[in-house]
């Protein structure tokens, strides 16, 4: 039962990330979503700081660092 809460909070979390950070060069779709949230997460996980905010929060901060840093590496490809 937690790896679908896991994919649940995943998914809420990368929605929000992607609403809270829009871009052209976002990753689309509901799986890429979804990684990016957990993804988020697991970044969250490394900061202490963020990670005494709570589960959806943790996982939205952390996953708003990975868009910028997905932001940062496609644009360098890009050029």
């Keep these: 039962m937690s ?3 896991t994919i649940i909070v995943g998914f809420i979390a990368g929605v929000i990330a992607k609403f809270i950070m829009p871009g052209s060069n976002e990753p689309q779709g509901f ?12 970044v ?3 900061i202490p700081v963020v990670n005494s ?3 959806i929060i943790s996982s939205v901060i952390g996953a708003i660092v990975v868009l910028f840093v997905w932001g940062i590496i496609a644009k360098n490809k890009a050029a």
């Design 3 to 5: 790896i679908i809460w």
């Design 31 to 42: 799986i890429l979503t979804t990684i990016l949230g957990i993804v988020g997460a697991i």
């Design 53 to 55: 905010f709570g589960p």
């Design 44 to 46: 969250a996980g490394y």
